[in-house]
């Protein structure tokens, strides 16, 4: 499935995506995936981690960072890409969390909430699925 919003493409599916966002640092790779894409931004997702390789981004993850912080990560997109984060208050969203009747509450809050999410350690990770 691909979107375009605007002038930005998201590859949902697109062939090679998932396996070039986790672990590459190669140009060649985000070439590669990007052949016949024509969107001069493409936003992917993923690996909940911001960065960026020429015209393909992620933009981060606001409930779910691998960012070494717990805080929202996400991008302002025009004719580029400004990562942007932004704190919130962890105690309130994770009372919230835990009053909902989840029932992944009391692990999420534990492993997304009160830890940062390791950077190093999700890319380790994705690595790991090559």
Do not use: C
């Not at 949902?12 to 998932?18: K, P, R, S």
């Not at 691998?66 to 932004?86: G, N």
């Amino acid at each position: 499935m691909r979107v375009q919003v605007g002038q930005v493409g998201k590859p949902h599916g697109l062939e090679g995506a998932f396996v070039v966002e986790h672990a590459s640092e190669d140009p060649e790779r985000f070439d590669e995936a990007l052949k016949g894409v024509e969107a001069p931004l493409v936003v992917a997702g993923h690996t909940h981690m911001q960065f960026q390789r020429g015209r393909w981004f992620n933009a981060g993850s606001i409930g779910m960072p691998y960012e070494d912080d717990v805080a929202a990560f996400w991008a302002l997109v025009s004719d580029d890409v400004e990562f942007r984060r932004t704190p919130f208050d962890v105690e309130q969203v994770a009372s919230e969390i835990l009053a909902s009747g989840w029932p992944e509450a009391e692990t999420f809050v534990a492993e997304n909430l009160r830890v940062a999410p390791s950077r190093a350690e999700a890319t380790a990770h994705f690595e790991s699925l090559q």
